[in-house]
């Protein structure tokens, strides 16, 4: 069965740091993968997607996603985290399957950040 | 004005009432999701919307039902609820980008905060 798991419940960084959020799916073909941001008190929105091409995707606020198929990851890394930033971070996995709809989300990882 | 609205925002209710959590867009999207989020479990999926006549279960759809009252309008109710459906609640709506909507952006609601007691 088709599925993405996030191993980082928490995570704290230092303001100016880098930061790498992890995502890992099971699927049989490449899937359709996207990260979400849910800031406190917020619905989710998309930072960015990945469906085909270059492995590299960049997204809004300065993000930037890799996808490695050897890995079955997706990872979320920005280069200097901001105050802002911290948020809860969600990958989420399309999924094509004969009738059915599979959009699946992971169960998230809270960004911290420090002053 | 918020594309996406929820109605309400928050909500304590008692076990074995009827509570209808409220969602509209003006976003001209076709396609509605309703959403749960508890800690620790992510979001799942309650039920979804393709357009109007249509009306899908998702994941966890025992104990709910919904209505599609139009394209702007979908409504989730908890005929009897129970206290295992605190959690907070989310509506989404995505423009169709590919036929089992595997490839649309979903854009999301504030959200309802369902507290049972």
């Known amino acids: 069965a088709q599925s993405v798991t996030q191993p980082d419940i928490h995570i704290t960084v230092s303001e100016g740091a880098s930061l790498e959020l992890r995502c890992n799916y099971s699927?049989?073909?490449?899937?359709?993968l996207f990260w979400y941001v849910q800031s406190p008190g917020q619905g989710l929105q998309l930072l960015l997607k990945y469906f085909s091409g270059d492995t590299l995707v960049q997204g809004i606020k300065g993000f930037e996603a890799e996808f490695k198929r050897s890995q079955s990851s997706f990872n979320l890394r920005k280069p200097s985290v901001h105050w802002s930033d911290a948020a809860e971070y969600f990958c989420?996995?399309?999924?094509?399957?004969?009738?059915?709809?599979?959009?699946?989300f992971g169960t998230g990882t809270r960004l911290k950040v420090l002053a | 004005d918020a594309d996406v609205t929820q109605t309400p925002r928050n909500r304590i209710t008692k076990t074995g009432k009827r509570i209808m959590l409220e969602c509209s867009q003006t976003?001209?999207?076709?396609?509605m999701y309703w959403y749960r989020q508890d800690p620790g479990l992510g979001l799942r999926l309650i039920y979804y919307s393709f357009d109007v006549k249509d009306i899908n279960k998702g994941e966890i759809s025992d104990g709910y039902s919904v209505s599609r009252q139009a394209q702007a309008k979908f409504s989730l109710s908890l005929e009897s609820a129970i206290p295992n459906q605190t959690a907070l609640y989310f509506c989404?709506?995505?423009?169709?980008?590919?036929?089992?909507?595997?490839?649309?952006?979903?854009?999301f609601g504030p959200g309802t905060r369902l507290t049972v007691l």
């Open positions: 976003k001209g999207h076709d396609r």
């Open positions: 699927y049989g073909a490449t899937p359709y």
């Open positions: 989404a709506t995505s423009d169709p980008s590919s036929a089992q909507g595997v490839t649309d952006t979903q854009y």
């Open positions: 989420a996995v399309g999924a094509p399957s004969s009738g059915t709809y599979k959009y699946i």
